[in-house]
């Protein structure tokens, strides 16, 4: 008998919570300026390409077998990476990878998350979030920022002791805002989170708390990383991604440091063999270019100080970014200031409170058309 597709009558027990939801994606245009997905807008170099190509060559010829469930030698790579950019030595033990970050938070979701437990966020932030709560039955509870998008450490305290979350979501420097928490911030959080998680056979348990540090390569001088506050902190876990200032986001490559406990949990959890032998392959290459890769980031940073300051010069409000990405706005209609961009070969994204927008740092190309196409639009 052959296949055949199902009648359309016939019903298929698709989770209830799933069920009229629209899959998450921004539009993917080919456009003269991409904006929206806060890409590294500088493809790799002939030597990167040629080096990752031959890398993926030599891994093609094991793939009979599986990979190695553990990459050492990728988690040791990390490691080196990590101490050149943060100064900050973590053992490779206390790393761990994934298909991108997003996965990452999903196993770490999988572990500490799940029917029962409850994650918590502060909005606006990235959206995806919802997303991996929904997804592990985790319940979902969103607090809010600030008006100048900071976290108000008295709303933080009320919602975790109110909430008694498992899993506290922070992104810093946060999507859509660019804004980075203050160290002090951090600590704060990490403090009150000893004691807010839940209450399990009578004893009560810290929140684990992600700083989802997706853009810190971003970050303006003097702003620290969450690694720094790693130790003495069994509770935290800092995520990182190549997908964003590595210029990697096609590999799907990200990582997370935190205690041995929180890792050892992960590894319950994880899928075997999650990262396939060509993107370890891939991911090493790539990181033995790390210095050139990293070259552009000095001149994103200052491409986004300036388009901060040019934004301001036409009257815009913008948020303070320690990202590749600047929201800006407030417009009346900002579907309209989107289709006006989009027309002239600009794709933004239409993200963040009423009335904002956010563009992320190109080439200077890029943000040339971009400042010219925002002034016939907005004019
Ligand atoms: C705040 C934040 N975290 C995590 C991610 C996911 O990154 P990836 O899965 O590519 O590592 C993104 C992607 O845009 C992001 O904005």
New binding site residues.
Partial sequence: MSAANPPSDLLLPVRADLAGLEPYGAPQLRVKACLN??ENPYAPSDEVVEDIAASVREAAGTLNRYPDRDFPQLRQALADYLEVESGVRREPETLWAA???????VQLLQAFGGPGRTVVSFAP??S?YHGYARDTNTRWVQGARGEDFELDLQVVQRVMREERPSVVLL?S????TGTALPVEVQMKVLDLARTTGPQEDGRVCASLVVI?E??SEFRREGVPSALELLAGNPHLVV??????AFGM?GL???YMSASREVLDAVMLVRLPYHLSALTQAAALAALRHANELMAQVASLRAERDALVTWLGDQGLRTAPSDANFVLFGTFEDREAVFRGLLERGVLIRVVGPQGWLRVSVGTPEEMELFRNSLLEVIR
């Fill in positions: 997905v806060n298909n991108g970050s997003n996965e990452i938070m932030t990235y995806m992104a420097p946060n999507n859509p989802d997706a853009y995520t990182r991604t190549m997908s964003k986001a799907r490559l990200g």
